[in-house]
């Protein structure tokens, strides 16, 4: 990891989103000053990080903003973009906008305002697109089937594109499924928001037996950190995933069991147009010392311990934990 200079800021776009608020908790926490980028406003963000937050998206007006009062940044984690394959099929100019307009936007400012700055882009598992049926590796090939999943292979060559052509040091982490307290949407929420709502016949899309590689978000933003890229210009894709997949079956009854209760789970056989049946990573190429630290038993109930607790506001001391 790069070796930042104290007087520097680090920037977080996407800063008021999931991830984002991690990641600059996190940030924060290990004596960085940093300023986040967001489309609305982030109450919260000054409190949790001692930073500033300039909403309004990212644009050149919240760049020159954050220029012009911090100064140069010395690293920049860009994790704004769409939210979910679902949304970029109802509306895909939007999410163009919002993945690689803002892409091509932070890489470009940086090119004239802050070349030294290190990168690091979020990208999606979803570039990898359907068809893979055990972990995949980094240099699988990309078949990406949902504007999503288009859009951020297209953040992914702007990042190398722009390391060739200007010299940026960039790095990619390819986003497997992360989960974890704060999370407000997917399988996780809505499977939740139905619990709350006393339903105690389950119904959810798809099979039951697709797989996904469930990744903590306190493990993810670790990641994130890690590979921040230092010395000659390059341009490194490490997958973002924990190597640790479970069926949306397994997944959805660890909730039930950690919620508490007798309810009746179901799968209607439908599955979303543009999700893919398995995604799994095959996490070799992740630096040492990255290894999955939160098990989904601990997390899978640390969620429903967050959603009762927050979002019912139900004192924690009564909720059913499933074992750590």
């Known amino acids: 990891m790069a070796q930042l200079k104290e007087a520097k800021p680090v920037w977080v776009t996407g800063a008021g989103g999931f991830i984002g608020l991690h990641l600059s908790r996190f940030l924060a926490g290990v004596g960085h000053h940093v300023l986040g980028f967001g489309r609305s406003e982030a109450p919260g963000f000054a409190a949790a990080t001692g930073g500033a937050f300039f909403s309004g998206g990212v644009t050149a007006r919240t760049m020159d903003a954050a220029l012009a009062s911090h100064g140069r940044p010395a690293a920049v984690y860009h994790l704004a973009g769409g939210a979910t394959v679902g949304q970029s099929i109802a509306d895909p100019l939007k999410d163009f906008e919002q993945s690689v307009v803002s892409a091509a936007c932070v890489l470009d400012f940086l090119r004239r305002h802050a070349p030294d700055a290190s990168v690091v882009l979020a990208s999606s598992a979803a570039v990898y697109g359907g068809g893979h049926f055990g972990p995949i590796r980094v240099d699988a090939a990309l078949d990406p089937y949902s504007p999503y999943g288009y859009h951020k292979r297209m953040v992914e060559e702007l990042g190398r594109s722009y390391c060739a052509a200007y010299g940026q040091l960039v790095s990619v982490a390819r986003l497997f499924s992360v989960y974890g307290e704060g999370l407000r949407k997917q399988l996780l929420w809505d ?14 899309g798809g099979t039951g037996t697709e797989m996904r590689d469930w990744h903590h978000v306190s493990d993810v933003v670790r990641l994130i950190h890690r590979i921040l890229p230092a010395g000659e210009p390059r341009f490194t894709v490490y997958n973002g995933g924990a190597g640790a997949p479970a069926s949306v079956s397994t997944i959805s009854r660890m909730v039930l069991e950690a919620w508490g209760g007798n309810h009746r789970l179901s799968f209607s056989g439908k599955s979303r147009r543009g999700d893919p049946v398995n995604l799994i990573s095959d996490p070799s190429g992740v630096p040492e010392g990255l290894q999955l630290q939160v098990p ?11 959603y009762r607790a927050e979002i019912l506001a139900e004192p924690v001391g009564h909720l059913r934990r499933s074992a750590p």
């Open 296 to 306: 989904l038993s601990r997390g899978i109930a640390g969620y429903v311990d967050w």
């Open 191 to 204: 499977l939740c928001g139905m619990l709350a709502a006393g339903e105690t016949d389950i119904v959810l």
